[in-house]
């Protein structure tokens, strides 16, 4: 049978508390803490506490109020100084008497005397967040090691710092206890060793100073069933420590509670208000209240999670507002929600920036912060017909094939899971100018960054610059991920070819290159995009080139049916020349309404669909043909039943459909404006163009030459066999996850 554990919150403060936490709490005057002793002492036994402390910075009187009651003992977090370095820590006591504080209060100077006096006394006491700076002090590999000569306890679980140091304390306390170690540090620093016993154990604590959060992180001492064998097990280390989910909400639910009750004492609050913020802050339990919230937010939420939940919300709520009203209030609703819904991106940002320097100070003890590799594949589009959910699509079935750790996120209203496919709720759905089959979502950027921490990450990739792929972007450079993007699309000139503004091309240029130069690595799909990004201020070191190899037994010369344009068409048709790709006004399907006008004796078809079908249906030639979209094999035997592809589009930064059309034996006919043409060897296995007249001129050579066009097609069959699919993907994944370098990068 298990022995009873008796726990309590370690390390947590009250009203007691009272000086400024920071510059603007001292600007606004706002103490750290409005807590009443006994509002703790109530939450800390509803939550399951045996016994109950607060830990106030440098008094008892916070404690004291509640010392009368069962269970209770006084306990303070002294700032305490090094007499011969630059330098303070937090030392906790527990236990202690009134005449006890007074001593230890006189003591604080210098951390020796200090620590002597908890040792004569035999003091419970711990040292408070150790590798976390106190008042500006240098935290150094030196300054560890001192303390390690001093502090049997060290608390490794802190309620408002987050879980990812905690192995870093818990190592480098296992390398301090050993009596050989603590002998080698006394010669090294001349400094007597006030250690009681060979090893470090562990305690924990909330460090709440708001009231909502204590006794949700513990330290418990199995078998005491007093509180006097609690501290006597706290002094011998025979502790262990837990905790419930650690987060940035905990600091929220701190900073906005006082703030709160800040606001409160000075200012009238409208009591509708005031009923609906004292259900939050918890100062009342009101369910009319909680029915309320929750409808309002569309989810029944945790009380612990409702503040930050409300932040994340806001926004998203205001937005529906206006959308129903338009009016300049509800505009002024949307515009105050911003900095909300920033907040609690602000810190979780300050979290990681402290247990970034924590990271690097474990370096200095040959500790290793790195984690198994795990990549998020962010994509705003997947399940449409475009080169970018292509490639998402091919990329995830090879994670699954190879069992290689990679991750395929998007966001829609219809939240799923697949394997290694997930949807992110997406709090809004925008359509793409332009684009209207497409529509992207978007989540909220704290959920994304709680995806990436939970699942413990240790990559993003970004392969749309849309509302998810931006909230990755940010998400994984506030959480030290590994962040990569790729340029798949010329979005710049799109936007410039819809709408005739080239400040607004000229500033999406510069967006990408902030993105490129920012990211670990930027992966472009051809010279020709790579040599643009350097021109528009894009570090070169930062750019590879990643060439996609083509599906060869999907895409095949094997797949030509002699009538496959015959049953298709509903008429008897010799040749096609063939167009695959969107119906776009980028795509210069201008230049191929001009070819198919000079060869009217010919069939063109068009496969696919987009923005500018409906237009070109109403002014094409009588030999065009637009057919919309065509998937898998039925669109391999489309290539292979072709005669020539045509590929007039100056936009294309990779031209998959080309090595798709060549894969089936297809000579091609493509432009010398964008990227399509490094897939082609003029003359050798296709032929480039650059005026319109010039793409009639090359379609003819092909047409009236068929030895010409049986060459070419042998040279492009041998072109598309040399890039295979899967080892250029296998590479892409694995450059992306830092794992190699690409095959084809540009160095």
């Known amino acids: 049978m298990r022995n009873f554990s008796a726990r309590a919150d370690l390390h947590l403060h009250s009203k007691a508390s009272s000086l400024p936490g920071g510059w603007f709490s001292k600007l606004i005057g706002c103490p750290e803490s409005y807590a009443e002793p006994i509002e703790i002492y109530r939450r800390l036994k509803q939550r399951g506490m045996t016994f109950v402390t607060i830990t106030d910075h440098n008094t008892i009187e916070g404690v004291l109020e509640i010392a009368h009651l069962p269970d209770v003992f006084i306990s303070c977090e002294y700032t305490v100084e090094f007499p011969d370095e630059e330098a303070k820590v937090h030392v906790i006591a527990y236990g202690i008497s009134e005449k006890q504080h007074e001593d230890l209060t006189k003591l604080r100077q210098n951390i020796y005397e200090f620590t002597a006096y908890l040792k004569h006394h035999r003091i419970a006491h711990t040292l408070a967040h150790p590798l976390y700076s106190v008042q500006g002090t240098k935290i150094t590999k030196r300054l560890i090691e001192k303390l390690a000569l001093l502090f049997d306890n060290w608390e490794v679980i802190n309620g408002t710092r987050g879980n990812g140091v905690r192995h870093i304390e818990e190592s480098i306390a296992r390398t301090y206890s050993n009596w050989d170690t603590i002998r080698q540090l006394e010669e090294k620093y001349k400094i007597k060793a006030l250690r009681s016993r060979e090893f470090i154990s562990f305690t924990a604590g909330s460090d709440d100073h708001g009231g909502m959060d204590v006794g949700r992180t513990w330290t418990q001492v199995e078998g005491a069933k007093s509180l006097e064998e609690f501290l006597e097990g706290l002094w011998e280390g025979r502790t262990q420590v837990d905790t419930e989910r650690l987060g940035e909400e905990r600091l929220i639910n701190m900073i906005t509670r006082v703030g709160y009750e800040h606001i409160k004492r000075r200012y009238h609050i409208p009591l509708e208000v005031k009923l609906f913020l004292d259900y939050i802050f918890m100062y009342s339990d009101n369910p009319l209240v909680a029915a309320g919230i929750n409808y309002f937010l569309g989810v029944d939420v945790d009380r612990t999670q409702l503040v930050k939940k409300l932040m994340e919300n806001l926004p998203f709520l205001a937005w529906e507002r206006f959308l129903k009203r338009r009016s300049l209030r509800e505009l002024a609703e949307l515009a105050l929600s911003l900095p909300f819904y920033a907040f609690p991106v602000f810190v979780k940002y300050a979290q990681k920036r402290e247990e970034k320097k924590i990271k690097t100070l474990a370096k200095d003890f040959g500790i290793s912060t790195q984690r198994t590799t795990k990549v998020a594949y962010f994509t705003d589009t997947y399940k449409e017909v475009n080169g970018v959910a292509r490639t998402a699509q091919i990329m995830r079935k090879i994670a699954l094939e190879e069992d290689m750790p990679f991750y395929f996120v998007v966001s829609s209203q219809e939240e799923f899971k697949e394997e290694n496919l997930i949807s992110l709720k997406a709090h809004l759905e925008l359509p793409v100018p332009f684009y209207e089959e497409l529509r992207m979502g978007v989540p909220s950027l704290m959920e994304v960054i709680d995806f990436l921490e939970e699942g413990e990450f240790t990559g993003v990739h970004i392969s749309t610059p849309g509302p998810l792929g931006i909230m990755a972007f940010i998400a994984g450079k506030i959480l030290g991920l590994r962040t990569t993007i790729a340029f798949h699309t010329d979005i710049p000139t799109y936007a410039r070819v819809y709408t005739g503004d080239t400040d607004l091309e000229n500033i999406l240029w510069k967006t990408f290159v902030i993105l490129a130069n920012n990211s670990d690595r930027c992966f472009v799909p051809s010279e020709h995009y790579r040599s643009i990004l350097i021109s528009k201020g894009a570090n070169p070191s930062k750019l590879s080139i990643f060439r ?200």
Not at 680 to 692: P, R
Request: proline residues 3%; contains cysteine.
């Open 548 to 747: 996609r190899g083509v599906d060869t037994e999907l895409f095949s010369p094997y797949r030509r049916q002699e009538d496959f344009w015959s049953q298709k068409l509903g008429k008897k048709v010799k040749r096609v020349i063939l167009y695959v790709g969107r119906v776009a006004k980028e795509k210069n399907l201008d230049a191929l309404f001009y070819v198919a006008r000079c060869f009217p004796e010919e069939t063109f078809v068009v496969v696919g669909g987009g923005p500018y079908r409906k237009e070109l249906e109403e002014r094409k030639p009588k030999n065009v043909h637009l057919v919309g979209y065509i998937r898998g094999e039925e669109l391999a035997k489309a290539y292979a039943s072709s005669y020539l592809f045509l590929f007039p589009s100056e936009t294309e930064t990779y031209a998959q459909v080309v090595l798709e059309a060549m894969a089936c034996g297809l000579p091609a006919v493509v432009s010398s404006k964008g990227a399509s043409h490094e897939h082609v060897e003029d003359g050798l296995n296709g032929l480039i163009a650059t005026k319109k007249e010039e793409f009639a001129d090359r379609v003819g050579m092909l047409l009236y030459d068929e030895g010409l066009r049986n060459k070419m097609s042998a040279e492009a069959l041998e072109k598309a066999k040399s890039l295979d699919m899967r080892k250029t993907y296998l590479d892409y994944m694995q450059a992306i996850a830092g794992m190699g370098r690409l095959a084809y990068e540009n160095r």
